[in-house]
């Protein structure tokens, strides 16, 4: 597969629908030729990792025959580590509207204590 032309913001709809039609129509062992790759910023390279993977991407990268230029090798490999690295966090489940009132009201209440607590102290060690 050869990618040529310019993957920039500019081009986004376009290189989008043609990397749509192109997903998983390439067998895993389909060489990847970055030598024709024009203007590069951070949108087109996420489409490229979107399509090839991170791995591929990688490995394409840092081939000895690619003429990529030092900036464009490092924008992929840091899109390409960040959607790598990428996870969606966990949400914590939620707890009834009922159950957070008594909640807070629990620490409100048990605040007071500690303070009621602290004062009283304070007013016995006066009144010694």
């Not at 062992?29 to 030598?35: C, H, S």
């Not at 707890?95 to 009621?116: M, N």
Request: proline share 2%.
């Amino acid at each position: 597969m050869r990618i040529t032309g310019d993957w920039t913001l500019a081009h986004y709809a376009n290189l989008k629908k043609l990397s749509d039609k192109l997903d998983g129509q390439y067998d895993a062992g389909a060489r990847i030729d970055l030598n024709g790759l024009g203007a590069l910023d951070t949108a087109g390279a996420s489409l490229l990792v979107e399509l090839l993977g991170p791995g591929r991407i990688e490995q394409s990268a840092e081939q000895t025959d690619c003429s990529l230029s030092a900036a464009d090798r490092a924008l992929l490999k840091t899109v390409y580590r960040s959607l790598n690295d990428f996870c969606v966090p966990e949400k914590a489940p939620e707890e009834a509207a009922g159950i957070q009132v008594l909640a807070r009201i629990g620490r409100a209440v048990d605040t007071v204590w500690q303070d009621t607590k602290k004062l009283l102290g304070f007013i016995g060690l006066i009144l010694e």
